[in-house]
């Protein structure tokens, strides 16, 4: 249990092929900063697939985010094996995310200062995190995958009535799953919305071609006026609070 809600922590990103003349990975860049300056603040369903210990786990964040860092997700976790839902919320104000589990039976916080995490993340996993797993930052996240993958546009998609530039990449160097983030996958998938710039779909695969990791969006809504006191938070009286710094060195692989 402790493992699963460790690797929620970082995610608190029916594709069509179209022909078409595919711009250039500067022009699309340029096109995602272009829509990154305008975007203030953006809300809807986060759909989250990835690998976790053998299992593919699919988790649903109803989710608000405001540029640039932070972010607040209300999750239902289904618990491998089980047919018990988990209740998580995760808020991030830019420099601390708060993560409360709302079992009565294991009720606790998990305390995670985005600064005690140097050195023992990778820088992947550290951006992963502090974009909500691309809830917030898309722009900045893609830049940094074009640091670790050989990201070239290879064509153009449709995914819900929108155009999408199609970048994909492979990993220059070696994965690192980890279990308190998402997957850092061996290829990866980017579907970026041609008018706004915006990361509708990532998709990545393990060496194998293995399914590892696949981030959605459905009902977004930009710049309808998220206040800051949305990411606010506080842990309830009496609720154990766990500083993840404390246990990230054992859980992480």
């Given at each position: ?49 990835f690998m976790l210990e053998k299992e593919m786990v699919t988790v649903k964040n109803n989710f608000l985010a405001k540029v640039p860092d ?23 104000d830019g420099t601390t995310i708060w993560q409360e589990t709302m079992a009565p039976e294991e009720r606790k916080v998990i305390k995670m200062k985005l600064a005690d995490m140097a ?135």
């Amino acid at each position: 249990m402790k493992k699963l809600v460790l690797a929620l922590i970082g995610v608190c990103l029916m594709v069509i092929a179209t022909p078409g003349m595919a711009r250039t990975l500067e022009e699309v860049m340029a096109e995602m900063e272009k829509g990154a300056a305008t975007l203030k603040d953006v809300k809807g369903v986060q759909i989250v697939k990835f690998m976790l210990e053998k299992e593919m786990v699919t988790v649903k964040n109803n989710f608000l985010a405001k540029v640039p860092d932070k972010f607040r997700a209300e999750t239902s976790i289904p618990i491998p094996g089980t047919k018990k839902i988990q209740k998580v919320l995760t808020v991030c104000d830019g420099t601390t995310i708060w993560q409360e589990t709302m079992a009565p039976e294991e009720r606790k916080v998990i305390k995670m200062k985005l600064a005690d995490m140097a050195g023992k993340l990778d820088a992947y996993q550290q951006k992963i995190l502090g974009t909500g797993g691309g809830m917030v930052g898309a722009d900045a996240l893609l830049k940094l995958a074009n640091a670790d993958y050989d990201l070239k546009v290879t064509g153009t998609a449709t995914l819900g009535g929108k155009t999408m530039d199609v970048l994909e990449g492979k990993l220059k160097g070696a994965a690192k799953p980890g279990q308190m983030t998402l997957p850092t996958p061996a290829k990866i998938k980017y579907l970026v919305g041609a008018a706004d710039g915006f990361v509708y779909k990532v998709e990545g695969w393990d060496k194998a071609g293995k399914s590892v990791l696949e981030i959605s969006y459905e009902d977004i809504k930009f710049n309808t006026g998220v206040p800051d006191k949305t990411f606010t938070y506080k842990p309830p009286a009496k609720v154990e609070v766990i500083d993840a710094a404390e246990v990230a060195p054992f859980v992480i692989q």
